[in-house]
């Protein structure tokens, strides 16, 4: 079965710390994608990068990182120098390929809460 | 102009009205979905239209009903709800239906049923 587990509900740093968000998720096909989104205060889900299973190089994006384990089941995120504009909730989601014509849900995390305080 | 437009913003409604969500997207997508956000729950898919087409309903009751025009609008219409219905109400568009695809969402409609 699909399944995304976010373990940190909540977490809180002072401004310019690195901090990591979990990510482990669960699925039997060999052909998925991973998502990762950010949920500011105004409430629209804004996207931030998509991975698929065959692309297991990290990314760097700025002071965003993500590092891909297929070894793990994991898709981590690390934000380096955090800032308050990083306070936000963040969503990991997984989607399988699935077959032809066979959409497949999206599978969502239930977030974790970043509080990045001056 | 922003991507994913929602309106309005909040709306506060008795069990007995009658109201409806709008939606409205600039980007060019063909594909447009709404979820629903309740606190401590993961995201749920509630409806999916393809090309102005549904293409899923994930066993929402009768009291929402959807509407796609075209490819650039959707509605949510509400009657008859429950307090249980109060949640974010999120809309999103991708720019065709395939989960492998990103989506785009707007900033939502935060409903109370009173």
Known sequence: ?118 | ETGVTQTPRHLVMGMTNKKSLKCEQHLGHNAMYWYKQSAKKPLELMFVYNFKEQTENNSVPSRFSPECPNSSHLFLHLHTLQPEDSALYLCASSQIQSFSYEQYFGPGTRLTVT
């Open chain 1, 1 to 118: 079965a699909q399944k995304v587990t976010q373990a940190q509900t909540e977490i809180s740093v002072v401004e310019k710390e690195d901090v990591t968000l979990d990510c482990v998720y669960e699925t039997r096909d060999t052909t998925y994608y991973l998502f990762w989104y950010k949920q500011p205060p105004s409430g629209e889900l804004v996207f931030l990068i998509r991975r698929n299973s065959f692309d297991e190089q990290n990314e760097i994006s700025g002071r965003y990182s993500w590092n891909f384990q297929k070894s793990t089941s994991s898709f981590n995120f690390t934000i380096t120098a955090s800032q308050v504009v990083d306070s936000a909730v963040y969503f990991c989601a997984l989607s399988e390929a699935g077959t032809a014509g066979n959409n497949r849900k999206l599978i969502w995390g239930l977030g974790t809460s970043l509080a990045v305080n001056p």
